[in-house]
């Protein structure tokens, strides 16, 4: 028994390196360069998209949203048993049964932490999902992160809010290492600096909880020089623009195809 995954760029390949520890992997993708890397990387490939159903209980959907409904075409008919897990953003488990006809459907959102197992994975299941099916998910995924299991309705909004998350983490870090450049530091000294400010700010959280306003209380001395820096972020409206950043994102969501 083995995971099939079809789509080897970003997303199905760092599953399948975080999958290979749990589960033998088989891998499809139209682009021949791309079964190569899948070869080099140690993973099984199948030449057909039927050879890959052979043996898979899970299959793993990762193509672009323009791609997905050709291939969820070639699968009509042919999951019979198999549990389908879709990572497409923008794409409901309604339009997937419409193509794929009756089947055991998984939507799942991730992102792209899933690289380093530390994905941030949501998931939600159709009726046909049985107990067992949705064990055996867990048991998979979770060697790539952390699960969620939401209502459909909060999909979209997980996609925004974390399946797009990296990208605006990383455009938050870039502006903080210019600014490391800004008073003086080389990049490298800036970046090396600002990702182990973030990461620890992230660990004092998550060891002793609490809300980051009460932590800012504990940086930001009374006069001080932290909250001349605050004063400027909330002129500029900065969390107003990251709220109104993931829900056009999340508005986004509805026009992928
Ligand atoms: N990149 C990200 O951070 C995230 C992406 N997603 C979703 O994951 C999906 C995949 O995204 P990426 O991995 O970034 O895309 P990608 O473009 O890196 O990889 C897609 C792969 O699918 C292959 N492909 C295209 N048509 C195919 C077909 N008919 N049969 C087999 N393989 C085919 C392509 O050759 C490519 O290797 C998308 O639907 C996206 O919405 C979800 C969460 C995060
Ligand atoms: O940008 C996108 O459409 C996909 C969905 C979440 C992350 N990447």
Redesign the pocket.
């Known amino acids: 028994m083995h995971v099939g995954i079809?789509?080897?760029?970003?997303?199905?390949?760092?599953f399948a390196k975080g999958f290979m520890e749990k589960v033998q992997v088989v891998v499809?993708?139209?682009?021949k360069d791309?079964m190569q890397k899948a070869l080099e990387d140690g993973f099984g490939v199948a030449q057909k998209?039927e050879f890959l159903l052979k043996d898979a209980h899970l299959v793993l959907?990762?193509?672009?949203?323009k791609?997905?409904k050709?291939?969820l075409e070639?699968l009509r008919g042919k999951l019979k048993d198999r549990v389908l897990v879709s990572?497409?953003?923008?794409?409901s488990l309604k339009e997937i049964e419409s193509i794929v006809g009756e089947g055991k459907i998984i939507r799942a959102?991730?992102?792209?932490n899933v690289a380093v197992q530390r994905g941030t994975i949501a998931y939600t299941c159709n009726s046909e999902v049985s107990h067992e099916d949705e064990e055996e998910f867990i048991r998979v995924f979770s060697s790539c992160g952390s699960l969620y299991r939401i209502g459909e309705d909060l999909i979209d909004a997980f996609?925004a809010l974390a399946?797009?998350g990296?990208?605006f983490v990383f455009k938050f870090l870039s502006a903080l290492i210019l600014a490391g450049i800004r008073e003086g530091f080389s990049y490298e000294m800036s970046k090396s600096i600002v990702l182990d400010t973030v990461i620890g700010s992230c660990e004092v959280l998550k060891k002793f909880g609490g809300h980051p306003e009460e932590w800012i209380t504990k940086v930001a001395s009374p006069g001080g020089t932290t909250i001349e820096g605050i004063k400027v972020l909330e002129e500029g409206g900065f969390s107003g623009i990251l709220m109104e950043c993931v829900h056009r994102a999340w508005e986004k969501t509805k026009k992928?195809q």
């Open positions: 079809i789509g080897y760029g970003n997303m199905g390949s760092s499809y993708d139209i682009d791309k998209l959907l990762a193509v672009k949203p791609d997905a050709g291939v070639s990572i497409v953003a923008g794409l959102m991730p992102n792209l996609t399946g797009s990296p990208a992928l």
